[in-house]
Every structure is written in structure tokens, then in C-alpha cells.
């Protein structure tokens, strides 16, 4: 069972933007921080974002200045939103939500920046 969808990876050229989208399902409740991490070859997965349930946000400093988290407690969704996009930034991006209970983790979603 599916609890996390993300979506809006794809191929897009250097300094493109992209808009990646994740989504509970209705059986997850009381998320209390959502993010998102990426996992590119060869190197261990990594924090890219995060966004708690009071707007708090976080950025690593790699993405800091042209990426944009943003959530929707209600709807339970994530978005990130990434601008002046890199090579380095070709990876699997996975989306996160945090509960008291447990973590519960997407499936991952690949992006590709390259020309």
C-alpha cells in the first residue's frame, strides 16, 4: 500500500526549474515535519529540505537561495520547488513525512539535469 506519491521528476536542462509534489494518503495523520532528501550515485542520502507543522524550514546549503519548500498541513502535501537547477543536482529525490508514531517515505522520484 502506497502512502506517500511524489511527483514531477524528470529530464530538464541546466538552469531549468522543476516543481516536485508529494502527497499522504488519508490513513497518515499528525505529520509533524515533512522533507524532502536526495540520493544521488555513489554518495549517501542527503537532506534537501524539510518544513515542520509551524513553517519552520530548513535548507541544505547546496540548494539554499533557489529552492522553495512549502506544505499544506491540511491537504498533507509537500512541494519543492527548484530554480537555476545543476548537473549536481541529479539524483533521487524522496519525499518524507514525520509522524510521532513513524517516518513514512515515498518511493523516490528521479531527477535528471543534464543538456
Known amino acids: 500500500q502506497v502512502q506517500l506519491v511524489e511527483s514531477g521528476g524528470g529530464l530538464v536542462q541546466p538552469g531549468g526549474s522543476l516543481r516536485l509534489s508529494c502527497a499522504a494518503s488519508?490513513?497518515?495523520?499528525?505529520?509533524?515535519?515533512m522533507g524532502w532528501y536526495r540520493q544521488a550515485p555513489g554518495k549517501q542520502r542527503e537532506l534537501v529540505a524539510d518544513?515542520?507543522?509551524?513553517?519552520?524550514?530548513n535548507y541544505a546549503d547546496s540548494v539554499k537561495g533557489r529552492s522553495t519548500i512549502s506544505s499544506d498541513n491540511v491537504k498533507k502535501t509537500v512541494n519543492l520547488q527548484m530554480n537555476s537547477l545543476k548537473p549536481e543536482d541529479t539524483a533521487v529525490y524522496y519525499c518524507?513525512?514525520?509522524?510521532?508514531?513513524?517516518?513514512?517515505w515515498g518511493q523516490g522520484t528521479q531527477v535528471t539535469v543534464s543538456s
Open positions: 518524507s513525512m514525520e509522524t510521532a508514531i513513524r517516518p513514512y
Open positions: 488519508r490513513s497518515i495523520f499528525s505529520i509533524n515535519r
Open positions: 518544513i515542520t507543522s509551524d513553517g519552520s524550514t
